[in-house]
Antibody
Framework: ELGLVESGGSLVQPGGSLRLSCAASGFTFNRFNMNWVRQGPGKGLEWISSISASSDSIYYADSVKGRFTISRDNSKRFLYLHMNSLRAEDTAVYYC?????????????WGKGTTVTVS | DIVMTQTPLYLPVTPGEPASISCRSS????????????LDWFLQKPGQSPQLLIY???YRASGVPDRFSGSGSGTNFTLKISRVEAEDFGVYYCIQHIEFPHTFGQGTTLEI
């Protein structure tokens, strides 16, 4: 079945680190670009990072650049977000999302999210 | 960065009535090389992940009812619901992805 499942969210102290994982199923993972999007409590959606199918193109929002690292393991069908130097403003639900990238481009499959609390 | 501005931020509606949400971008979202316009719409229902409604301005995602329609060009885009149903309530977001960083609008809450 087609799906994404995030894990790894927890309570962490400011300045701490965390690694989020996103397990993909039901599709050929190594053909799709992937994204991380977050949503702070009571706030809107914020795109934070994207990685191409082969990991040769990576992009970050300025708010996380230099602190977060996106990566993927196509053999294991996992997407990761390594988060360092965490701040209170990083508190959010973190979603991974698949990017359909065949002629049209859009985030079509989303996980349920994992919650990171920095306090 | 491209700024996405949605109006209104709150939209009270009655089931059965139409609804319209506007999204304006600070730059044009048309890629002249391939002719695509990189503007999509999402709906986030309470306690759920965002779900894709419309991609490339006007194409409905799989399973999206035809009461939803998207239109626009350049920097002005609109999402319309011909007749709002109870399941349509939630927060609607537009997003541009013609360039990085991708940016969302602030969200429009469709409420009773």
């Amino acid at each position: 079945e087609l799906g994404l499942v995030e894990s790894g969210g927890s309570l962490v102290q400011p300045g701490g680190s965390l690694r989020l994982s996103c397990a993909a199923s039901g599709f050929t993972f190594n053909r799709f670009n992937m994204n991380w999007v977050r949503q702070g409590p009571g706030k809107g959606l914020e795109w934070i990072s994207s990685i191409s199918a082969s990991s040769d193109s990576i992009y970050y929002a300025d708010s996380v650049k230099g602190r977060f690292t996106i990566s993927r393991d196509n053999s294991k069908r996992f997407l990761y977000l390594h988060m360092n130097s965490l701040r209170a403003e990083d508190t959010a639900v973190y979603y991974c999302a698949r990017n359909w990238n065949f002629y049209y481009y859009y985030m079509d499959v989303w996980g349920k999210g994992t919650t990171v609390t920095v306090s | 960065d491209i700024v996405m501005t949605q109006t209104p931020l709150y939209l009270p509606v009655t089931p059965g009535e139409p609804a319209s949400i506007s999204c304006r971008s600070s730059q044009r979202l048309l890629d002249n090389d391939d002719g695509h316009t990189f503007l999509d719409w999402f709906l986030q229902k309470p306690g759920q992940s965002p779900q894709l409604l419309i991609y490339s301005v006007s194409y409905r995602a799989s399973g999206v009812p035809d009461r939803f329609s998207g239109s626009g060009s350049g920097t002005n885009f609109t999402l319309k619901i011909s007749r709002v149903e109870a399941e349509d309530f939630g927060v609607y977001y537009c997003i541009q992805h013609i360039e990085f960083p991708h940016t969302f609008g602030q969200g429009t809450t469709l409420e009773i």
